[in-house]
């Protein structure tokens, strides 16, 4: 089993800042594309930046300036930096991973982690 453990949410003012962590875990062989989506009350999960393990990366349109996705192959963890945050960046904010285990392919998410932007 592959495990994914987010942190770094939290409530910040419009124009604040948030890092997000996610940490991969479990019979890992590799892992080729790492990303966070977000899931606001009333709408359907969206996808906020990924990244390839060779460094590639694809962000939404809404977040292109403001958010960088990074990540560290050595820890298996990816990161997403969020700045000049705004009210309707609000929703819960899950990882992905996919990849190859020790025995067979894996597509995990983690349970998220609740980012809050005030006005």
């Known amino acids: 089993q592959v495990q994914l453990v987010e942190s770094g949410g939290g409530l910040v003012q419009a124009g604040g800042s948030l890092r997000l962590s996610c940490a991969a875990s479990?019979?890992?062989?590799?892992?080729?594309?790492m990303g966070w989506y977000r899931q606001a009350p009333g709408k359907q999960r969206e996808l906020v930046a990924s990244?390839?393990?060779?460094?590639?990366?694809n962000y939404a349109d809404s977040v292109k300036g403001r958010f960088t996705i990074s990540r560290d192959n050595a820890k298996n963890t990816v990161y997403l930096q969020m700045n000049s945050l705004k009210p309707e960046d609000t929703a819960v904010y899950y990882c992905?991973?996919?990849?190859?285990?020790?025995?067979?392919?894996?597509?995990?998410w983690g349970r998220g982690t609740q980012v809050a932007v005030s006005s």
């Open positions: 990244i390839t393990s060779g460094g590639i990366t």
């Open positions: 992905n991973a996919e990849g190859t285990m020790t025995y067979g392919q894996f597509n995990v």
């Open positions: 479990g019979r890992i062989f590799s892992i080729n594309a």
